[in-house]
């Protein structure tokens, strides 16, 4: 994991589940998709190879991008726009702060003026994000059953209630099985757990 800056205040909710399949992934991304309104923040969290990528095309897609979805990590952010969803969102930015050294290049981004026009936002490697964004923010942490813990996954000892949704009891040793842990910062997020929790629980 990388970092920099303050670390992000603890999360108002987990909710922990998993998938085993690229396929499962991208499910998941488009059901978080269908829970997102304009102004929303997603970090996509997770070492190297754990799924990004797959869940932001799963996003995407859900949200009606008919573009091919790659991880911009060359060109840091890509903007991608489509007919209005339900909820209003007509406008995706997908960033890739891998390749940044600092809060300050975050910042120089622009994605939070991207948020206040009404945008979505998917940023992977989003942990270090977090703190120049505002702290509000819906996180998704991938990780393999062998990975080493990763930021910002609670400790249910000292945060909000994790609700898990009963998918991690037979993992097995799949190389495409993720552990999932979505979490919720902030005063946006932090009321709508029993929809992002409804909208997970139907995949």
Known sequence: MRGFGNA??????????????????????????????????????????????????????????VEAV??????????????????????????????????????????????DDGAVALIEWGDVALPSLGGDALAVVLSRPDDPPQTPVPDTSSTGPRTSLGRDDDLGTDAETRLVVVCGFGASWGPREAEVVASLDRL
């Open 8 to 65: 992000p205040a603890e999360p108002l909710w987990a909710i922990s589940t998993s998938t085993c399949s690229a396929a499962e992934t991208r499910a998941l991304g488009g059901a978080l998709a269908g829970v997102t309104r304009p102004g929303d923040l997603l970090l996509l969290v997770g070492m190297l190879g754990t799924g990004k990528t797959v869940l932001a095309q799963g996003f995407a897609k859900a949200l009606g991008v």
């Open 70 to 115: 790659t991880s911009p990590t060359f060109v840091l952010a890509r903007q991608y726009s489509f007919p209005a969803t339900p909820q209003g969102v007509t406008e995706l930015a997908h960033a890739d702060l891998y390749r940044l050294d600092s809060v300050l290049e975050i910042t120089e981004l622009g994605l939070g003026e991207l948020l």
